[in-house]
């Protein structure tokens, strides 16, 4: 897995509707990934996986290894599976069949 993988598997997800983990906010992915992440629980450093806050992380200039890339897929994989927004389809008006025309 590779750094190209991470980042097409991330752009294919960033209009996904998730909730943030830590703090249950909705969001899109991009925004969660750009600006929640960074902003309101300080993993703005290169260093550290993102959808795991901070749960892993790396040395400096250790980003570009294939294990760690194949940790951030992985971890994108499973925050957006587990953090989705499902949405329920609206509930539809019941139809009521048509009255058979009475003879008479």
């Not at 897995?1 to 703090?23: A, H, P």
């Not at 795991?52 to 294939?66: A, P, T």
Request: proline share 7%; charged share 30%; with cysteine.
């Amino acid at each position: 897995m590779s750094e190209r993988t991470f980042y097409r598997l991330l752009k294919n997800n960033l209009t996904v509707r998730i909730r943030c983990g830590d703090c249950t906010e909705a969001m899109t992915l991009d925004d969660f990934y750009k600006e929640h992440a960074p902003n309101r629980h300080g993993l703005g450093k290169r260093s550290e996986c993102v959808f795991c806050f901070g749960g892993y992380d790396w040395k400096r200039g250790e980003r570009r290894r294939r294990s760690n890339w194949t940790h951030m897929i992985e971890c994108l994989k499973s925050f957006v599976k587990t953090n989705r927004i499902r949405e329920t389809p609206a509930e539809a008006p019941a139809e009521t069949p048509p009255e058979p025309p009475m003879c008479g």
